[in-house]
């Protein structure tokens, strides 16, 4: 008999939290599903890059697809540019789609990921930043190539990223091809010149390392504008001119690009923007 797909998912967290769990000896495992899948997400958000046999790598990637299943994927050819900007005033707004959700389910040749100066991914368990989220989703490989991304630059094993750059790894158990790492200024008082030349900068390094990439199609999350206490208006006024100009710089590069919101109030901003009138 054909095993459900709930029970496929319970044998699957079974065996990865065996092997989680020996690394962290007197954790107790939770008795139902939820508990144990939120335990897994919390235990690979904590732990360090390091190895992982392909045995364990194997359980992983098929859960991990099996969830993304669940959640569907999310056809980024298949997406119409934003109602709001067809008869908008923007340059190149057909090229300009709004989406309002998890960026983790996009097709999108590239999604971008607001990372951390650390470049590994957030080790708050179960925080629900985008560079959580998108690290749970594509799995405990995605940690480890950043590791090594630095590693390789950074001998010493001594890091710090700067801001408004943008490095390119694989996607992993996600369905893009790729992820956009791209550090953010952090806004700790008034906002100033540099902040907005650095937002610049992340939107602008992003679109070019996609032209490198050969990618057709880019999703952004709203850079900076949680953890690192951008204004929201501001960032979006930013994101939409930075593309913009872009596109007019580079008219021969076809390329669709995703505004990826995940609240109400990003969404009725962008909306406002596309459509030609002041947030």
Same mark, same amino acid.
């Given at each position: 008999?054909?095993?459900?797909?709930?029970?496929?998912?319970?044998?699957?967290?079974?065996?990865?939290?065996?092997?989680?769990?020996?690394?962290?000896?007197?954790?107790?495992?939770?008795?139902?599903?939820?508990?144990?899948?939120?335990?897994?997400?919390?235990?690979?958000?904590?732990?360090?890059?390091?190895?992982?046999?392909?045995?364990?790598?194997?359980?992983?990637? $098929?859960?991990?697809?099996?969830?993304? $299943?669940?959640?569907?994927?999310?056809?980024?050819?298949?997406?119409?540019?934003?109602?709001?900007?067809?008869?908008?005033?923007?340059?190149?707004?057909?090229?300009?789609?709004?989406?309002?959700?998890?960026?983790?389910?996009?097709?999108?040749?590239?999604?971008?990921?607001?990372?951390?100066?650390?470049?590994? !991914?957030?080790?708050?368990?179960?925080?629900?930043?985008?560079?959580?989220?998108?690290?749970?989703?594509? !799995?405990?490989?995605?940690?480890?190539?950043?590791?090594?991304?630095?590693?390789?630059?950074?001998?010493?094993?001594?890091?710090?990223?700067?801001?408004?750059?943008?490095?390119?790894?694989?996607?992993?158990?996600?369905?893009?091809?790729?992820?956009?790492?791209?550090?953010?200024?952090?806004?700790?008082?008034?906002?100033?010149?540099?902040?907005?030349?650095?937002?610049?900068?992340?939107?602008?390094?992003?679109?070019?390392?996609?032209? $490198?990439?050969?990618?057709?199609?880019?999703?952004?999350?709203?850079?900076?504008?949680? $953890?690192?206490?951008?204004?929201?208006?501001?960032?979006?006024?930013?994101?939409?001119?930075?593309?913009?100009?872009?596109?007019?710089?580079?008219?021969? *590069?076809?390329?669709?690009?995703?505004?990826?919101?995940?609240?109400?109030?990003?969404?009725?901003? *962008?909306?406002?923007?596309?459509?030609?009138?002041?947030?």
């Amino acid at each position: 008999m054909k095993m459900s797909m709930t029970a496929r998912k319970q044998e699957l967290l079974d065996g990865l939290l065996t092997f989680f769990l020996a690394e962290r000896p007197g954790t107790e495992r939770p008795s139902s599903y939820e508990e144990g899948r939120n335990l897994l997400r919390a235990l690979l958000n904590i732990r360090a890059p390091r190895p992982v046999p392909e045995s364990v790598l194997k359980l992983q990637d $098929e859960l991990l697809t099996l969830e993304q $299943e669940e959640k569907g994927v999310m056809h980024v050819e298949n997406l119409p540019a934003a109602d709001c900007a067809l008869n908008s005033p923007l340059p190149h707004a057909g090229r300009m789609i709004l989406w309002k959700g998890d960026i983790t389910r996009l097709d999108a040749d590239a999604i971008v990921n607001a990372a951390n100066s650390a470049m590994m !991914g957030c080790f708050a368990p179960l925080h629900n930043c985008i560079d959580n989220i998108i690290h749970s989703a594509a !799995g405990v490989r995605l940690r480890q190539t950043c590791h090594d991304m630095m590693l390789t630059d950074f001998p010493s094993g001594d890091w710090k990223e700067p801001a408004g750059r943008a490095r390119a790894t694989p996607g992993f158990n996600l369905p893009c091809r790729y992820v956009f790492h791209t550090v953010g200024p952090i806004v700790s008082g008034p906002l100033r010149e540099e902040h907005r030349v650095l937002l610049t900068s992340c939107y602008t390094s992003c679109l070019e390392l996609a032209r $490198e990439k050969h990618c057709r199609s880019l999703a952004f999350c709203c850079i900076s504008t949680g $953890e690192f206490r951008f204004p929201r208006e501001e960032a979006a006024h930013i994101a939409l001119a930075a593309v913009t100009d872009w596109m007019n710089a580079n008219p021969q *590069y076809e390329i669709r690009v995703v505004f990826d919101v995940f609240t109400e109030q990003d969404n009725d901003i *962008y909306t406002q923007l596309l459509s030609g009138c002041s947030a």
